[in-house]
């Protein structure tokens, strides 16, 4: 099967991703400013910022955000949520070449898209804007799989989704942020998240997934899989997703 250029792999779904994706819960936000003293005079680099779903909760608190995403159509969808807001900037550069000047920002955060970069080309970057005793912040929502409806959504994945196994971020192991923080002395929360959608959301979110071929988003034969599924495990006309938001935070050294 041919790669997909990473940068390329949402441009004929990001309306679906910004609409069904989950958000990120605002107790991060209060741990960050308990935990990395988070102040609303900081600025923060969101790289790989997508529609904007993390950026969201650091314009509400006040940053400067420059949102770092080379998708143009993800992109623009950031765009007309938070152009007016004079905080918010656009950037049209990837992780390893953010265009940000030197030594920047705070923080530099990277939510739902570590596993795509070249991680030695990006520490470099990372380092390079970053003030002195800037952090880098990692965040992930990951599904849990441990009740009915969440095993049979994997189930789906595993059976439409041809390189969900080989592409899953799942495969960032810890040895991996070790080594591009450059210690193990980075710190690690998590909490938990939830997303309740209806039978047309609940098709949103699958179809979103840049390992679903976007060709079966309305094939009859998945609809009517999709909605058999939905109505074995909806309670009152709704599914929920559970999520663990992950988060690693730590200075680059080295």
């Known amino acids: 099967m041919e790669k997909i250029d990473s940068t390329k792999r949402f441009s004929n779904r990001a ?16 741990f960050l400013k308990d935990e990395l003293n988070l ?10 910022s997508g529609t904007g779903l993390l950026s969201k909760l650091f314009l509400g608190n006040g940053n400067v955000v420059y949102a770092v995403e080379p998708n143009k159509e993800m992109r623009e969808i950031a ?16 992780a390893e070449h953010t265009t940000i000047d030197n030594h920047k920002v705070d923080f530099v ?48 994945l595993l059976k439409y989704a041809p390189d969900y196994k080989e592409q899953t971020h799942q ?17 690690k929360k998590h ?23 976007i060709e079966l988003n309305g094939k009859p034969s998945v609809d009517k899989e999709l909605k058999e599924t939905f109505e074995r495990c909806q309670k009152e006309g709704k599914i929920t997703f559970e999520y663990l938001t992950r988060i690693w935070h730590g200075k680059i050294t080295g």
Do not use: C
């Not at 609303?40 to 790289?47: L, T």
């Open 15 to 30: 309306n679906l991703y910004a609409k069904y994706r989950p958000g990120y819960p605002e107790v991060l936000i209060s």
């Open 39 to 48: 102040s609303s005079q900081n600025v923060i680099a969101d790289v790989g």
């Open 191 to 213: 909490f938990d998240n939830y997303q309740s959608l209806d039978f047309e959301g609940f098709k949103g979110r699958l179809m979103s997934s840049s390992f679903i071929p």
């Open 109 to 156: 955060t990277v939510a739902q898209a570590f596993h795509w970069f070249d991680k030695g080309l990006t520490r470099k970057e990372f380092k390079r804007i970053l003030k002195p005793n800037g952090e880098v912040i990692l965040v992930y929502n990951d599904r849990k799989k441990t009740d009915g409806f969440m095993q049979e959504y994997e189930r789906l």
């Open 171 to 187: 495969d960032v192991s810890e040895e991996e942020i070790a080594d591009f923080y450059g210690n193990k002395l980075f710190g």
């Open 79 to 94: 765009e007309s949520f938070f152009g007016k807001d004079p905080k918010f900037h656009s950037i049209d550069g990837t």
